[in-house]
């Protein structure tokens, strides 16, 4: 498996995992970026991943750049999830979505890339019918992009 493969994995079970926290602030960003390094070294130290690795970097790289554009990126889920509103998608679909349009929208990875990082770790991660939804939303969002 890749670095960045890896690296985005850990980001999803970071993200996921943030959820779960009972955040007590009115920004759940500004919660978040509290939290996340701390969150990320307990998967990473769970995951054996070394100090110092590229995968670590990659990770971190994700979450302080998502983080901040979380509302952003909910509301760009939000515009082409059709039916469905998001408090209603699987959390671990929800953050899988997170990050690819989070790279979709503010990175140079490739459209094509980032659709099969994605549907391939919804595969590892989530159920068997996430990958045609998460592919549909990421379709939608990459024409909405030209």
């Given amino acids: ?21 009972d ?5 759940v960003q500004t919660a ?20 110092g690795s ?3 970097n990659f990770s971190e790289d994700i979450m302080k750049n998502l983080i901040p554009r979380l509302e952003d990126i909910d509301q760009e889920i939000k515009k082409y999830s059709d039916n469905w509103s998001l408090e209603n998608i699987a959390n671990v679909d929800k953050c899988i979505l997170r990050i690819a349009v989070f790279e979709l929208l503010y990175t ?33 969002v990459t024409d909405g992009k030209k």
């Fill in 32 to 51: 978040y970026l509290e939290i996340y390094q701390d969150t990320m070294l307990e998967i990473i130290n769970d995951l054996n991943i070394k100090e």
């Fill in 54 to 56: 590229k995968i670590i």
């Fill in 108 to 140: 140079d990875t490739p459209a094509p890339v980032i659709m099969n990082e994605a549907i391939e770790i919804s595969k590892k991660f989530s159920s068997e019918s996430s990958g045609k939804f998460i592919n549909g939303i990421l379709n939608a």
């Fill in 1 to 21: 498996m890749g670095i960045r493969r890896k690296g985005r994995e850990v980001a999803l079970q970071t993200l996921y995992a943030l959820s779960f926290q």
């Fill in 23 to 27: 955040i007590k602030s009115d920004s």
